[in-house]
């Protein structure tokens, strides 16, 4: 099956750093990835469309400016957070699916990101 | 716009059944089922992709009626392995191309006891 992988798993990073998250589908090729963010108990809200080739789509309220995405592969997207403080905070986690919209998606294993 | 889930949580003991339902006010062109243990990524369970389709494997089963935009998925003769937290996903219909990503819902808390 399709296989996602995200790294890294956890990362505390210093306030005003940047972080760099890796997302990966390792056995097929996607020209869409989707980067999401998970606050504790919270449900998943997608953040933005990274697409291979192209600039991201940002869901409204989301700064392009502080969550650089690229998509420079069919099989490699990054997230950057940059001067991260602590509010950001939060689970990180990417999706791809090996298929059309008549398939699921996969995600990746997600990042810990805490600022302090 | 977010999907509704309910119930927010459910408390079972093992053997017994459950279900989850999901709706929107959108018009819909998939629902998602997955299922999230803590510290985890979410484990995709299925899809559903047309009105009145239903589907299902071991014990775990879910429909999608498209004239109401609701779902519900079905837990039967629970495990212990089936704790967790539920989220249905949306896709919603589009008439351009591209892909779209999912609104999930807030979730439903499952707790298995033995």
């Known amino acids: 099956g399709a296989v996602v992988s995200q790294h890294p798993s956890w990362v505390i990073c210093k306030s005003g750093t940047s972080v760099k998250i890796e997302c990966r589908s390792l056995d097929f090729q996607a020209t869409t990835m989707f980067w999401y963010r998970q606050f504790p108990k919270q449900s998943l809200m997608l953040m933005a469309t990274s697409n291979e080739g192209s600039k991201a789509t940002y869901e409204q309220g989301v700064e392009k400016d502080k969550f650089l995405i690229n998509h420079a592969s069919l099989t490699l997207s990054t997230l950057t957070v940059t001067s991260a403080h602590p509010e950001d905070s939060s689970f990180y986690i990417c999706s791809a699916r090996d298929g059309g919209r008549g398939y699921g998606y996969t995600f990746g294993s997600g990042t810990r990101l805490t600022v302090v | 716009q977010q999907p509704v889930q309910s119930p927010q949580a459910v408390i079972l003991r093992e053997g017994e059944d459950a279900v989850i339902n999901c709706s929107s006010s959108?018009?819909?062109?998939?629902v998602h089922w997955y299922r999230q243990k803590h510290g985890e990524a979410p484990v995709f369970l299925m899809i559903l992709l047309k009105g009145g389709e239903q589907k299902g494997h071991e014990k775990i089963s879910a429909s999608f009626n498209e004239k109401k935009q609701q779902s519900s998925l079905y837990l039967t003769a629970s495990q212990l392995s089936y704790s967790g937290t539920y989220f249905c996903?949306?896709?919603?219909?589009?008439?351009?191309?591209?892909?779209?990503?999912?609104?999930f819902g807030k979730g439903t808390h499952l707790i298995i006891q033995p």
């Open positions: 959108k018009a819909l062109y998939s």
């Open positions: 996903g949306t896709e919603r219909m589009y008439s351009g191309g591209g892909a779209d990503g999912l609104t």
